[in-house]
């Protein structure tokens, strides 16, 4: 299974960043920037995801693995001075709840 992150436009349903749990590899978009914040912050978004997967972290289905992945790096952009990541990552509470949310085939 794949898990996905979006950032920006996540609601035109743009992938920024990938984490495969079965090769164990984050793929970022072309054009990443390592300079850039938000870049970065999709960087530390896939890599929760790699300790989740590397830590074994039991969840109630790969969906529900979203939520702590975004509060990491909502945490780590405040920290980075970001007053409001909702609006830098053009994403709202309403979205990471739905793309947190355990389907009926996607359960354990």
Not at 15 to 39: C, F, H, M, Q
Not at 67 to 74: E, I, M, N, V
Not at 90 to 98: D, G, Q, S, T
Request: hydrophobic share 40%.
């Amino acid at each position: 299974m794949v898990e996905l992150a979006f950032g920006a436009h996540a609601t035109e349903g743009n992938v920024r960043a990938l984490y495969d749990r079965n090769t164990e590899t984050i793929y970022l978009r072309e054009g990443w920037d390592p300079k850039d914040l938000r870049s970065r912050s999709e960087l530390l978004h896939e890599l929760v995801h790699h300790v989740q997967n590397f830590n074994k972290v039991p969840s109630q289905c790969d969906a529900a693995r979203e939520r702590d992945a975004y509060h990491l790096q909502f945490a780590w952009l405040i920290e980075q001075g970001i007053q409001d990541p909702y609006s830098f990552l053009e994403i709202n509470e309403l979205m990471v709840v739905l793309l947190s949310l355990c389907r009926d085939r996607d359960l354990d």
